[in-house]
């Protein structure tokens, strides 16, 4: 398996998914991480409770049983499912460590092109709101920012979009970058996308312990 198993129980399994491989997809040629568990656990039942973007590294839950896929999806909706992504960023002039931001945009999926597209036409009846607030923690010799990033709303490709229209657009991300970042990402020998889902706590659906999860992105020594 790409992916690892942090922890797993007769109700839920936490994995720490890398970047490049998909969560789920639509083609029978390309391995994903639901395939993975399927083949592994040799189950027919994976209950996706969230997602992440294919080229996105970090941490996610999934329910073994249907029973615990329906209260950890309740749990998202209501705001019980916590999660913090770090992410490495180029940042506005002037920007230094506990800075705090908070975005808030109207964002559609393009599907020609499939990127965010965000409008500043808020009746736009393709967009929806979303809503990202964030923090500087640190800042790298070579002028990145590393950021504490929460998102309030799951749109596509949200905090990459967002954060690039803010004029922070992340290191790695050929898709939405700037040419001051894909120097920065060279400068740094970065080769990917420098977004992390890095920590996750969720209440356990069968016992309703709390449940906490962290790990360091691949990339952290760019910021080290």
């Known amino acids: 398996m790409k992916s690892k198993i942090l922890y797993a129980d007769q109700s839920v399994l936490v994995i720490h998914k890398p970047a490049g491989i998909a969560v789920e997809s639509a083609s029978v040629t390309q ?34 049983t249907k029973d615990a896929t329906a209260k950890l999806t309740k749990q998202l909706q209501e705001g019980g499912l916590s999660k913090s992504y770090l992410a490495l960023a180029c940042p506005k002039e002037g920007m230094a460590v506990e800075d705090s931001f908070t975005l808030k945009d109207y964002l559609y999926r393009d599907p020609k092109t499939k990127r965010a597209v965000i409008t500043e036409d808020a009746k736009d009846q393709r967009a929806k709101e979303a809503l990202l607030s964030g923090s500087v923690v640190k800042q790298t010799k070579d002028g990145a920012v590393l950021c504490r990033i929460s998102i309030e709303t799951g749109r596509f490709h949200q905090i990459r979009a967002q954060m690039s229209h803010a004029g922070m657009p992340l290191l790695g991300d050929e898709k939405y970058g700037s040419d ?24 356990h659906p069968k016992t309703g312990e709390k449940m906490e999860f962290s790990i360091t992105p691949k990339w952290s020594s760019a910021y080290e």
Do not use: W
């Open 180 to 203: 001051q970042s894909r120097e920065m990402t060279k400068a740094l020998g970065i080769r990917q996308l420098c977004l992390c889902a890095h920590e996750l706590s969720f209440i």
């Open 31 to 64: 391995m994903d991480v639901v395939s993975e568990l399927k083949n592994e656990l040799k189950t027919t039942y994976i209950g996706l409770v969230h997602r992440l973007d294919q080229p996105v590294e970090g941490l996610f839950v999934v329910g073994k």
